[in-house]
């Protein structure tokens, strides 16, 4: 009788241990070289950020960032795969818009190239499918870039120019006798100019940031997330346009000190809370109800969008508004 053939598994070759130490070292040495060449970006974000209102909200978004990608550490950890070396070809990527930030001494650009410097480095450590846990925390971080000076003044104008306009509408609608040239409204009691302070742009970009956070968070489809952008910026641009006009109305009838002073800034900031209050709420009635998995998942603290529904789901109140 012939014996049946017999099928053995021959095992795979493992890797050699020496090849894996030299490649710890190898990647050791490329993160090395990259901290030290963000040194600079960083010192110079860090100094944008303590002095320019524009950009103060920008060290949120990186510990928000931080948080959002320690949180999934377990989801990275257990699709890990092998090293994947397209990644590296983001990092090159990366580096190059660095070096182009670096000779045109534009700021933006170098921190816009952060982001694919990251994505790059945990594509070919970790493999495309592990990065996906992060790749939100990580594409986050480019909105910590910092307004460029010379378009703050391409984006204030209209912002003031809308403020002036509803301003004056909202007179007239009142009753007010007031005459509207550009940004200059006159009352019969005071000459109102609707400065670059009126343009709302600072909670404008704090609410931007909120919106795509919220809308990645709430993981209900491009459509929504769609609406929940746009819904943070109007509610910016709502709440500003009500401070500029309360604050013309209060001056008719109590004179300029109604726009000066403690009260005139306690105003607007509680304008700006109750606006941010109104949009929390309107997100947290449109999030998802979490099914069973997520709520497991968010008490191992391991998926970052658990981490942040929860925070939708008890948001606080807390904001960044204009002065």
Known sequence: ????????????????????????????????????????????????????????????????????????????????????????????????????????????LSVLSLPVVLA???????????????????????LMTPLPQRLIPAVS???QHLAAWFTGG????????????????????????????????????????LGVGAAWAIERGPALALLVGSLAI??????????VASTVVLVNFFGIAASEGTFHSLCGKAIYLVALGLFLVAVWRLRRPAPPWITIVRHDDRDPRARARAALGDPGVAGCPDR
């Open 1 to 108: 009788m012939l014996e049946a053939p017999v099928i053995r598994e021959i095992p795979a070759p493992r890797p050699r241990p020496h090849h894996n130490a030299v490649l710890r070292v190898a990647i050791v040495a490329l993160m090395t070289v990259l901290a030290f060449l963000y040194v600079p970006v960083f010192r110079d974000l860090g100094r944008v950020w303590a002095t320019d209102s524009y950009s103060s909200h920008g060290f949120l978004i990186l510990l928000w960032s931080a948080w959002l990608a320690w949180g999934a550490r377990g989801a990275v950890r257990a699709a890990r795969g092998r090293l994947e070396p397209s990644g590296l070809a983001l990092v090159a990527i990366g580096i190059a818009l660095l070096a182009v930030g670096e000779a045109w001494s534009s700021l933006a």
């Open 120 to 142: 790059g480095l945990g594509v070919f450590m970790f493999g495309w499918r592990a990065f996906r846990p992060v790749a939100f925390p990580v594409a986050f971080l480019a």
């Open 157 to 159: 104008l209209p912002l």
């Open 170 to 209: 909202v007179l007239a609608a009142i009753g007010i006798p007031a005459a509207r040239e550009g940004l200059v409204i006159r009352l019969d009691s005071a000459i109102m100019l609707i400065s670059e302070g009126c343009n709302g742009l600072r909670f404008l970009l704090v609410m931007i940031v």
């Open 234 to 243: 109007v509610s910016a641009i709502a709440a500003n346009l009500v401070r």
